[in-house]
């Protein structure tokens, strides 16, 4: 029988155990994206509280591009020497950590209408009513390298791998989309020219990087509405990044604050679960695929996650919420305490002073 405390590798890493920080945005950094005093504790609590792998808040890969205040930085060589300082402290404490980096585009109110938001299409985002410059050719190739220079300097700064934010409406995501991707070239169409933008960032990171640095993607499951990207269609690429080399998976959806309230619906032939939102999408892409597959969403009892690592081949188990009202949390289960976490999925958590649990105060 599987444990969810025994070692499992992802890509090249080896994990203590198969518990994820899922990226958390923390609207902490500096006005510019840079770490401050209360994001550096943030990450060396989650290590000393036996978090296995930490993934970041997301990154901006664009100095311009930034589509939340308090988001973290990749954009230029300056951030090296900081981040290097974070990850030696999270491995002081025997966890891993890998940044996750993302282009937000159209799904965003942060500063529209002060800089320049590309999209593939002039199609508006659906929950913010944004619409976007159309990409030329010239832009696509400027986003896919900046997504390559970023990822060599989160190599430089001692990470162990990054993700890349393919899901919840941001910009790869759109491109994926046949919603928002009314595009008429190589990059539009068909599902292959969809993920044609995918493809080549990773491509291009994988050149930068070599082979031995792990990378993971973050995929939308469903977007859940008529006439956007379906489950069949996320399997397909899922299956093409697997052969395009990509070392794991991770699995989600775009249904933020809705996902509760919609367990129990069934969507593209699968249903939404209160413990874990998209497990039923998971273990499907998971017979399919033999890369690693993580998911996030809802989980809260350690029981049920044990019984799902031992009925599926789901690897990994992504908490963002629950560690927000309880950063010892893995390590409370670890000791023999397993009641289920305290988080009350109120969606309270977050603040203009940061992205914190307001009902347990933990980080105030």
């Known amino acids: 029988m599987k444990s969810l405390f025994e070692e499992v590798k992802l890509g090249n890493i080896l994990l203590k155990n198969r518990f994820v920080r899922s990226a958390t945005w923390e609207n902490m950094t500096t006005e510019d ?88 299409s002039e199609i508006a985002e659906r929950s913010t009513n944004v619409t976007g410059k159309a990409m030329t050719k010239e832009d696509i190739k400027l986003v896919i390298n900046s997504f390559a220079d970023a990822a060599l300097r989160i190599q430089e700064a001692g990470f162990d791998g990054i993700e890349i934010h393919a899901a919840h409406t941001y910009l790869i995501n759109q491109f994926l989309s046949p919603y928002y991707n009314q595009r008429t070239d190589e990059y539009g169409g068909s599902l292959d020219n969809r993920m044609r933008f995918l493809i080549e960032i990773y491509d291009k990171i994988r050149e930068k990087v070599g082979n031995n640095f792990t990378i993971v993607v973050k995929l939308t499951a469903s977007e859940f509405f008529e006439g956007g990207l379906t489950f069949d269609e996320t399997r397909q690429v899922c299956k093409k990044l697997e052969d395009s080399g990509v070392d794991a998976l991770d699995i989600s959806g775009n249904i933020h604050g809705k996902a ?86 109120c969606s309270r958590c977050r603040t203009d002073e940061g992205n914190y649990c307001v009902i347990f105060n933990h980080n105030k």
Not at 104 to 115: E, F, S
Not at 317 to 335: I, M, T
Request: hydrophobic share 35%; glycine share 8%.
């Open 33 to 120: 994206g840079h770490l401050t005093k209360e994001l550096y504790e943030i990450y060396e609590n989650l290590a000393k509280s036996e978090v296995g792998l930490i993934i970041t808040g997301y990154a901006n890969v664009i100095k311009e591009e930034q589509p939340n205040h308090g988001m973290m930085g990749i954009y230029n060589d300056s951030f090296i020497e900081e981040y290097r300082r974070l990850t030696e402290q999270v491995h002081k404490c025997n966890s891993k950590i890998i940044m996750q980096v993302a282009y937000g585009g159209t799904k965003t109110t942060y500063n529209v209408g002060k800089r320049l938001i590309y999209a593939p």
């Open 260 to 345: 509760r309230s919609m367990a129990g619906e069934r969507f593209d032939g699968y249903i939404l679960r209160e413990e874990g939102y998209f497990i039923e999408y998971a273990k499907e892409i998971s017979k399919e695929v033999k890369i690693p597959i993580m998911t996030v969403g809802g989980f809260k009892d350690i029981d049920k996650m044990k019984d799902i690592l031992n009925e599926s081949n789901i690897e990994l188990f992504g908490l963002s919420r629950p560690l927000l009202a309880e950063p010892d949390l893995v390590k409370r289960w670890k000791l023999g305490d397993r009641k289920i976490a305290k988080c009350l999925s």
